[in-house]
């Protein structure tokens, strides 16, 4: 199997090491693991790509590049330039610190670069890291997606399902702010909404007199109710939720068109 990996914490984010062993085991020893990752940190670019600006890219190492842009232009640069002739079999992106459960999965680039991945017709999957007080104690506290990740991944690729559809599905993964004998499995979930966790703007101004504005976030651990990723992650579940790029709001077509109707 050869495995197209990416990230938005950055080509030396302690993340997407954890990333790289995973596929690695997952593309086995006859497999192929490439990384195409942002030069910089993307975090909260979501699916934006560099539409009206160049991306430079570096080799820095065999199968190793990095690219000045988003995670979603790392996905463009990996299929379309590194594995032009070498299309991959899956597209993995994370694993990013911090959760990318409820409203995060709006602003997640790393959700973003396995959308693209889904949009370009292949199987993706994103996995993140939920932190907290109890992964703060820990020397690793990526603990949890390290130890379980490779299973996580094992089974959505044995078990879930993959369409061919035009908005084909990808996968949002994870893991709980727990260490990995802590976890208590895995739960298929919806995208929860914690109402206290909007984001703001902070003004700041520098030593220079200049005013900047800050984008702060809210707390992360207020529960989202049963059947959410949120919930199941402070429960310490590893949560699997299905996602599409089509942002139609299919419930509410028929009552729309009923309202409308003669307009």
């Known amino acids: 199997m050869r495995i197209l990996i990416t990230n938005d914490d950055g080509i030396n984010a302690p993340g997407l090491e954890i990333l790289h062993a995973i596929a690695t085991e997952i593309a ?3 497999g192929e693991v490439w990384t ?17 600006h160049p991306t430079m890219i570096v080799k820095l190492a065999e199968r190793r590049f990095a690219a000045e842009g988003s995670p979603a232009d790392c996905v463009l640069a990996g299929l379309h330039d590194v594995l032009v002739d070498a299309r ?12 990318n459960a409820g409203e995060n999965a709006m602003y997640s680039g790393t959700l ?3 959308m693209e991945a889904a949009l370009q017709g292949l199987p993706a999957i994103a996995l993140s890291q939920f932190m907290g007080p109890r992964t703060a104690a820990l020397d690793n ?3 949890c997606a390290a130890r379980h990740g490779t299973r996580v991944v094992r089974t959505l690729l044995d078990k879930a399902i993959w369409d061919q559809g035009p908005y084909r599905l990808f996968y949002n993964v994870n893991f709980p702010p727990v260490s990995g004998d802590d976890c ?8 929860g909404f914690r109402r206290r966790a909007v984001h703001a703007v902070e003004p700041h101004v520098s030593p220079s007199g200049r005013r900047f504005l800050w984008v702060r976030g809210g707390p992360q651990d207020e529960r989202t109710g049963p059947g959410t990723d949120v919930e199941a992650n402070m429960d310490g579940f590893i949560s699997v939720q299905p996602c ?3 942002l139609t ?6 009552a729309l068109e009923r309202a409308l109707a003669g307009a």
């Open 28 to 30: 086995g020893s006859e």
């Open 36 to 52: 195409v990752a942002p030069a910089f940190e993307q975090s909260g670019v979501a699916h934006c790509i560099s539409y009206t």
């Open 88 to 99: 991959p079999d899956l597209v993995l992106s994370g694993v990013n610190r911090g959760n």
């Open 112 to 114: 973003g670069g396995a």
């Open 141 to 143: 506290p990526f603990d």
């Open 184 to 191: 208590a499995g895995l739960a298929v979930t919806r995208q």
């Open 244 to 246: 599409r790029a089509d």
């Open 249 to 254: 709001a299919h419930d509410a077509l028929p």
